[in-house]
């Protein structure tokens, strides 16, 4: 099994390895672990574009050795001022893909402004400068997005700006050719330049909204300008000692938070790791959360989310009680985007940024805009046209948004930054990663690298099956079938179980970081 990087200074994890590269030459020039995260995420944008963009949103968690706060940016954006329901008469449900998909502002390039602005050392422009470098001279693709443009070929085929960049000549450049997204550079050069205001005011809002405008899409200039993230104060909960913190809503981060406390109602350790009980009593506790998130996850400023109660111990305890050692319960799901990406930086001063990003569907909404090189999110696809939904389509409007940035102190200090790619997947990855680090004392690498399972509905499929990677004992997928579980087996390492990363830092300020190898990624530490 593959070794932890350790370090006793800094570390950067990433699923693609130049990003962390980028993050680490942005720490060895004198930049702090916030210069370092805007710098990983912008490169993400261009070297891990099936996963993430420019036109799509992101949430950070820090921790500030200066004051020891913990602290959360929600970097995701609102829906149009015209997204009404009525907008959508014609169809059942928002499209998932094409110009009406793109239904909110993207809130990334909001969000790098806000980190590295308020707390980094570098200039704005600095940091970006990878980013436009691998977008402006290309970089080799990657086996994990020549796989995804190859499986989703007929849809970056459909739009002329889609086509131009991503299936040139109608071909799909072949893993380690060199990709070239020059009209991305020179967005990002305007970024840099202009910072905020180069994105959402200016000449890229105006093509983007043009471009949408005439495809039929909802966004306009005037949605761009009127954006604008907000730092925001993380939701808290514990876990064997440690404080867990999440993103509030509209994040689901509070089913992380949920299912910990469930477990912690159970000796893990005493079932053993990769056991049936192991296995059963966490999808089982995960199920108790999603039930809870589907029924309040939305915008808060439409509708209050109970996080007193969902938080509480005493809630907690009852849903503990209410899971069968020997039976499955019947809990509906419902599908979530899959495409994510999940990076996480320590700096030598104690700084800490875990932060995640995503276009929601791989390749998001299929749609460049016009000749900025952006690739639109469908993120705002995910909201329903039913007028009595929680989450309902209403103008300017955050969506139900599954990405998740996660951090677990230890008497004040970080102990564990993680997260996942995954969609619904997110928590249910995070919960493995936690609970083999705390309860059965893996190194971050070993956590991420052991086989996981999925549990829920993916697009198209009809059914909610629990997935296992084959590195699970047969005696125990044997035991989960017979309890009621819709397993089926997977390959032994499945990029269905998303692109997990964490690090570790001990009582000695000791580092260890752990890349998952169902990826491109890599961990960085000194």
Not at 265 to 275: C, I, K, N, P, W
Not at 298 to 320: C, G, H, I, N, Q
Not at 471 to 494: M, N, Q
Request: proline fraction near 5%.
């Amino acid at each position: 099994m593959k070794k932890p990087v350790t370090g006793t200074k800094a570390m950067v994890v990433s699923p693609h390895h130049l990003a962390t590269a980028a993050g680490a030459r942005v720490l060895e020039r004198g930049g702090n672990a916030f210069d370092a995260a805007v710098a990983v995420s912008a490169c993400l944008a261009v070297v891990y574009p099936h996963m993430t963009g420019v036109g799509g949103d992101a949430f950070f968690l820090s921790y500030h050795a200066s004051d020891g706060e913990v602290r959360a940016y929600n970097a995701s954006g609102r829906s149009g001022a015209g997204a009404t329901i009525e907008a959508f008469a014609d169809v059942e449900s928002i499209p998932t893909r094409g110009p009406r998909s793109a239904v909110t502002v993207p809130g990334m390039v909001d969000g790098w402004y806000a980190v590295q602005n308020r707390y980094g050392r570098l200039t704005f422009a600095g940091v970006l400068e990878p980013a436009i470098s691998y977008a402006s001279e290309g970089f080799p693709m990657s086996p994990d997005q020549y796989e995804h443009t190859k499986q989703h070929a007929a849809m970056l085929g459909e739009q002329p700006t889609t086509a131009e960049i991503y299936m040139p000549g109608g071909r799909t450049i072949p893993a380690g050719e060199r990709f070239v997204q020059s009209k991305l550079a020179a967005t990002l050069s305007t970024i840099a330049e202009k910072g905020r205001d180069g994105f959402y005011r200016g000449e890229v809002a105006e093509e983007i909204a043009r471009f949408l405008q005439a495809e039929g899409g909802l966004l306009t200039v005037e949605d761009f300008a009127a954006h604008g993230g907000e730092w925001v104060e993380p939701i808290r909960g514990s876990y064997r000692g440690y404080d867990i913190y999440q993103v509030p809503p509209n994040s689901q981060g509070f089913t992380g938070i949920m299912a910990l406390q469930i477990l912690e109602q159970f000796d893990l350790t005493a079932m053993g790791h990769g056991s049936y009980e192991y296995y059963h009593v966490l999808t089982e506790a995960l199920k108790q959360s999603f039930r809870d998130r589907n029924r309040y996850l939305t915008d808060p400023a439409f509708s209050a989310v109970p996080l007193d109660r969902l938080l509480s111990k005493e809630y907690a305890a009852e849903l503990a009680a209410s899971i069968k050692k020997d039976a499955a319960a019947d809990i509906n799901s419902q599908p979530v985007g899959s495409d994510t990406a999940y990076a996480a930086v320590v700096d030598e001063d104690g700084n800490a940024v875990s932060f995640i990003q995503s276009l929601y569907f791989e390749f998001g909404s299929g749609v460049v805009a016009g000749n900025t090189g952006v690739l639109l999110q469908n993120r705002g696809s995910f909201f329903s046209l039913d007028p009595n939904h929680i989450n309902r389509l209403e103008p300017r409007k955050r969506t139900f948004h599954t990405l998740m940035p996660a951090m677990a102190c230890l008497n004040g200090k970080p102990g564990f930054l993680y997260g996942t790619q995954g969609g619904e997947g997110q928590p249910q990855t995070q919960t493995l990663m936690l609970t083999r680090m705390i309860d059965f004392g893996m190194n971050p690498q070993q956590a991420v690298s052991e086989p996981r399972f999925v549990w829920g509905r993916t697009w198209g499929a009809p059914t909610q099956e629990l997935k296992l990677e084959g590195r699970i004992s047969e005696e125990t997928a044997e035991r989960l079938e017979k309890a009621g579980h819709l397993v089926r087996r997977l390959p032994d390492f499945d990029g269905i179980m998303g692109h997990a990363h964490a690090i570790a830092i001990n009582k000695d300020g000791l580092l260890s970081g752990g890349a998952d190898p169902r990826c491109d990624g890599s961990a960085i530490g000194w």
